[in-house]
C-alpha cells in the first residue's frame, strides 16, 4: 500500500512538471475572426486637414465616413491597403449629422467584399455590455484593431469604452455578428483615465446613402494609383551620416513673395534637434566628465531620437516635406503711420518715437502644387492649417487669420530638373506664385536621401540574384 501511493505520489509529481512545462493554448477571439473577416474593406482617408478612416458600403464604389475628415478638401484620395491609393469624390454629405459618401472608381473595389449593415430600428442596433470592434487608422497607425463593450446606447450615439484615437474618425463599429452598427466619430476624454468613444447610428447614414445612390451618374473618379508612404523606414546609420552633410540652411529655403517656405528631410530633422541641443549637451557632458561618470552613461538627448521602434509612431519614413507658411508684416496704413510719426519726432526734435504698430498676414494660403514641367506631382499626403493670431498687447496689436500647409513627396520625385511650386494665395485670387526648385536645393534632397537609396537598390539586387 505504501508503494502504491508513493507511486501516485511521484506520478502526479512528475504530471505536474510536465504540465508546468507544456505550452498554454492560445484561442482565436471573437473579435480576431471578424476583425479578418472585415478589414480589407476598411481604408484609410486622406483629406487637406488630416487622416482618417472609412468602410465600403457598396460594390460600384461607395465608401462611408465623417465629413470632419474630408471638411474644406481640395482633393480626397483613399488608400485601399499598404501599396493602393486612389482619387475619390464627395458624393453626398451631412455636416449636422457628420457624415459622407465618398466614392471610388468601381474597378478598384471589385475584389473586395463589402460591410454589412445592420438592417434593424435603430433602438435594436445595441445594447449595453455587448462586445463591439473598431477598425481604423488611429494616430500613426494603419488599419488596427481595437475592442471593447458598449457602454449605453443613447438616441443618435453608442458609447463604448473601445479605444478610439484621432484617425478613428469614420471607421466602423462593429457587433459580433459581424454588422456595422456604428461610424466611430468622436472621444469623450477627461485630462486623466481612458475616457469613453461615440459613434454615431449607422441608421442615420442610411437616407445619405441612398442619396448618393441617386448620384452615380455623376463625376466618377479614374482609378488611377497615387504615390504611398514607402513600407522601408530610413536606416538610421545613413540618417547619421548624411546629417553631417546638411548644414547649409539656403538648401532648404525657398523665396516666395509673401511666404515662408522650408523643407525638411529625415537626416534635416536629426541635424536641427542635433545643433539646437549641442550647447546644452557639451555643459551636462563638462560637469559629467569633471564627476568622473563614464561617457557611455552621459547625457545624450538624441538617445531617445534614434530609437529603432520609432518607426512605428510615424518617424523615419523616407519621405520629402514642404511647409509653406504666410510672412507676417506691418500693414499699409501702419507702416505709414509710423513712418510719418517718426519723421515728426525727428523735425521736431523729440529724442523718443513711441509707434503703435498693426500687423497682418502678408498672404493667406489657399493651395500648392508641385510642377514638372506641365504635370502635377501627386503628394503623398498634405495638410492644411489655420493660423489665428490675437495679440492687443502695448503698442502691438494683430487680429488676422490665414492658412498654411505641408506637402509631402516622395524623394525620387526630385531628380527631375524642371520642378516648380505652384502658389495659390487666396489674397491675391486668379495669380499663381511660381518658385522654382534650385538644382543646389534638389541635389542636397538626394544626397540625404543617398543611404536609403542605396539601402534599397542592395534590396533590388538581393531579390535578382534569387
Known amino acids: 500500500m505504501k508503494v502504491k501511493i508513493l507511486t501516485l505520489v511521484v506520478s502526479l509529481a512528475l504530471c505536474g512538471i510536465v504540465c508546468s512545462q507544456a505550452p498554454a493554448a492560445r484561442e482565436v477571439s471573437e473579435e480576431a475572426v471578424i476583425f479578418h473577416e472585415t478589414r480589407d474593406a476598411v481604408f484609410t482617408i486622406y483629406g487637406d486637414r488630416g487622416v482618417g478612416s472609412g468602410f465600403l458600403v457598396d460594390k460600384v464604389g461607395l465608401i462611408l465616413t465623417n465629413a470632419h475628415v474630408i471638411v474644406s478638401s481640395s482633393r480626397i484620395s483613399v488608400q485601399l491597403n499598404p501599396n ?121 447614414a442610411l437616407p445619405l446613402l441612398d442619396q448618393a445612390r441617386g448620384r452615380l451618374h455623376e463625376q466618377l473618379p479614374p482609378p488611377i494609383l497615387l504615390p504611398v508612404v514607402p513600407e522601408d523606414p530610413f536606416p538610421i546609420e545613413g540618417m547619421k551620416w548624411a546629417a553631417e552633410r546638411c548644414g547649409k540652411v539656403s538648401n532648404y529655403t525657398l523665396k516666395a513673395p509673401g511666404f515662408n517656405i522650408q523643407i525638411y528631410t529625415p537626416s534635416r530633422l536629426y541635424f536641427l534637434t542635433k545643433i539646437s541641443t549641442g550647447p546644452l549637451t557639451e555643459k551636462r557632458r563638462s560637469r559629467e566628465a569633471a564627476a568622473g561618470i563614464p561617457q557611455s552613461e552621459m547625457y545624450d538627448p538624441l538617445g ?133 526648385i534650385p538644382q543646389a536645393c534638389r541635389e542636397q534632397i538626394l544626397a540625404d536621401f543617398e543611404p536609403y537609396m542605396d539601402m534599397q537598390n542592395a534590396a533590388e539586387a538581393k531579390l535578382r540574384l534569387w
Do not use: C
Not at 104 to 129: N, Y
Not at 191 to 200: C, L, T, W
Not at 311 to 324: H, Q, W
Not at 347 to 374: A, C, H, I, N, R
Open 84 to 204: 493602393t491609393r486612389v482619387p475619390a469624390t464627395l458624393i453626398a454629405e451631412d455636416k449636422q449629422k457628420d457624415i459622407a459618401v465618398l466614392r471610388v472608381a468601381p474597378e478598384v473595389v471589385k475584389d473586395l467584399s463589402i460591410l454589412k449593415i445592420a438592417d434593424r430600428p435603430a433602438a435594436d442596433l445595441a445594447f449595453e455590455g455587448e462586445k463591439v470592434i473598431a477598425i481604423g487608422s488611429p494616430l500613426n497607425q494603419i488599419r488596427i484593431l481595437t475592442s471593447g463593450i458598449v457602454s449605453k446606447v443613447e438616441e443618435r450615439a453608442i458609447i463604448s469604452d473601445v479605444n478610439i484615437n484621432s484617425g478613428n474618425s469614420g471607421g466602423p463599429l462593429i457587433n459580433m455578428d459581424s454588422e456595422v452598427i456604428g461610424i466611430n466619430t468622436f472621444g469623450d476624454f477627461p485630462s486623466r483615465g481612458p475616457g469613453v468613444s461615440g459613434s454615431i447610428l449607422i441608421s442615420l
Open 304 to 436: 531617445d531620437f534614434l530609437k529603432e521602434w520609432k518607426e512605428y509612431v510615424g518617424k523615419y519614413s523616407p519621405l520629402v516635406e514642404i511647409y509653406v507658411e504666410p510672412d507676417v508684416g506691418q500693414t499699409a496704413g501702419s507702416l505709414l503711420f509710423n513712418i510719418l510719426g517718426a519723421a515728426a519726432a525727428g523735425y521736431s526734435g523729440t529724442p523718443y518715437y513711441y509707434g503703435s504698430y498693426t500687423y497682418e498676414f502678408k498672404s493667406d494660403l489657399q493651395d500648392v502644387e508641385l510642377m514638372d514641367g506641365g504635370n502635377v506631382v501627386s503628394e503623398v499626403f498634405r495638410g492644411m492649417r489655420m493660423m489665428p493670431i490675437s495679440i492687443s498687447e502695448r503698442s502691438v496689436e494683430m487680429e488676422d487669420i490665414a492658412q498654411k500647409g505641408v506637402f509631402v513627396f516622395r524623394p525620387e520625385v526630385f531628380k527631375s530638373p524642371n520642378l516648380r511650386l505652384s502658389i495659390h494665395d487666396l489674397k491675391k485670387p486668379g495669380q499663381i506664385i511660381n518658385v522654382p
